[in-house]
């Protein structure tokens, strides 16, 4: 079974940047797409990007186009979320997943989830 742990969540003004991390453990993920997906309060929880382990395609929700940039380093077992021009709409906790799906964009379909990291952007 896949655990998923996030960090490089934090506080940042508007305009600034993060880098978050997702690192697996308890086997390794490299057939499985990962996924970022991030839940504001008493909203939804939303997709924000993907990667799939073929050619490490990428996939972004429109919002984040040009914004944010997943990547991942299968020989880390690991992906990241480098996020630039944060605006204060991109608050939210920040979710790494892990899907062995096509529908990268449907949460439903991420089998693995990690614990969530708090991304709070001050205007």
């Known amino acids: 079974q896949v655990q998923l742990v996030e960090s490089g969540g934090g506080l940042v003004q508007a305009g600034g940047s993060l880098r978050l991390s997702c690192a697996a453990s308890?086997?390794?993920?490299?057939?499985?797409?990962m996924g970022w997906f991030r839940q504001a309060p008493e909203k939804e929880r939303e997709f924000v990007a993907a990667?799939?382990?073929?050619?490490?395609?990428?996939y972004y929700t429109d919002s984040v186009k040009g914004q944010f940039t997943i990547s991942r380093d299968n020989a880390k077992n690991s992906v990241y979320l480098q996020m630039n021009n944060l605006k204060p709409e991109d608050t939210a906790v920040y979710y790494c997943?892990?899907?062995?799906?096509?529908?990268?964009?449907?949460?439903?379909?991420?089998?693995?989830w990690g614990q969530g990291t708090q991304i709070t952007v001050s205007s």
């Open positions: 997943a892990a899907t062995p799906s096509g529908r990268v964009s449907r949460a439903s379909e991420y089998n693995y």
């Open positions: 308890r086997g390794t993920f490299s057939t499985y797409t």
């Open positions: 990667i799939s382990w073929i050619a490490g395609r990428t």
